[in-house]
């Protein structure tokens, strides 16, 4: 496969002749002559080895090479447009990227968000929402919130959301419950598990409950799908606290027992030290921090 990469003065001068199918409107937007543009592109027809136009005395047609590699060229020059403007408002102190896991983007951070919107407008928050750890430099990330202990080499770890669980439901189940009931009430109904499904057994030992089978029950193993289980009526779900807290106090959900298993694991922002330099990074810094607790 060739490396060879025509000149930047002939693609342009090609996709803008492309876009225009008019030598002279090309010229005009290039701030050229019409002569000049017409022989940049026929040194790239010649060194691509194709023709690109079908050149008729008072009209410009693309030929099928041509369309197809406009069609490739007009995409190209958008993502550096794209890229361009990125980075230049980056400089600027104007986008700044979060990494995070799905939940406590769904559950914790997007219902604030807003908040921090009203507070600082000007700054362009972009979350990615995977469970992947990003690398700052290479993915280009300005603050991370990581689940776990604590503590990564090289970077400043601020501890920002604890992780104890308690087992919720949607209020028509935690009425079939009775008043303060015991955590064994719970043998009958289905528990919902996600991925870490050791949790259940965790929590029944903590409560001390008896006669509930803990290894029963769907496993949702991506996104939110226990949360949505339980919000549809098919069971409980353990969820962390500070994820359903205002769905709490409203009473969309119920948390029919106190208890709850806390963890040493904890969900942590994660920075490297200069981070911190960037006005935009310092103030969502300050905020996350804030909201954290509230």
Request: proline residues 5%; hydrophobic residues 50%.
């Amino acid at each position: 496969m060739s490396d060879y990469l025509p000149s930047l003065s002939a693609l342009r001068a090609f996709e803008a002749a492309a876009r225009h199918l008019s030598m002279t409107l090309a010229a005009r937007e290039l701030n050229v002559t019409p002569g000049a543009v017409s022989l940049q592109i026929r040194d790239l027809e010649a060194a691509l080895g194709v023709q690109l136009f079908d050149r008729k005395p008072r009209a410009l047609a693309l030929t099928v090479e041509g369309a197809d590699y406009f069609t490739t060229l007009r995409a190209a020059f958008r993502l550096v447009r794209e890229a361009t403007a990125a980075i230049t408002a980056r400089a600027r102190g104007a986008i700044l990227n979060v990494t995070c896991t799905a939940g406590f983007a769904t559950y914790w951070l997007v219902p604030r968000l807003g908040r921090f919107e009203t507070l600082h407008p000007e700054i362009d928050v972009r979350i990615s929402a995977s469970h992947r750890v990003l690398d700052f430099q290479r993915d280009g990330i300005d603050l991370a919130i990581r689940h776990g202990l604590g503590g990564y080499e090289g970077l400043v770890s601020e501890r920002l959301v604890d992780d104890e669980l308690v087992p919720v439901c949607i209020p028509k189940l935690a009425g079939e419950l009775g008043e303060h009931p015991a955590p064994g009430a719970l043998a009958p109904f289905t528990l919902i598990h996600d991925v870490y499904r050791h949790d259940w057994q965790l929590w029944l030992e903590a409560a001390g409950a008896t006669g509930v089978d803990a290894s029963r029950g769907p496993i949702f193993m991506h996104g939110n799908g226990a949360y949505e289980a339980m919000k549809a009526g098919l069971g409980f779900a353990l969820m962390r606290r500070s994820f359903v807290d205002t769905e709490l106090k409203e009473g969309a959900v119920i948390a029919p027992f106190p208890i709850g298993v806390a963890s040493r694991l904890a969900f942590h922002l994660v920075y490297p030290g200069a981070a911190l330099e960037r006005p935009a990074a310092a103030a969502f810094r300050r905020w996350l921090l804030s909201e954290a607790q509230s």
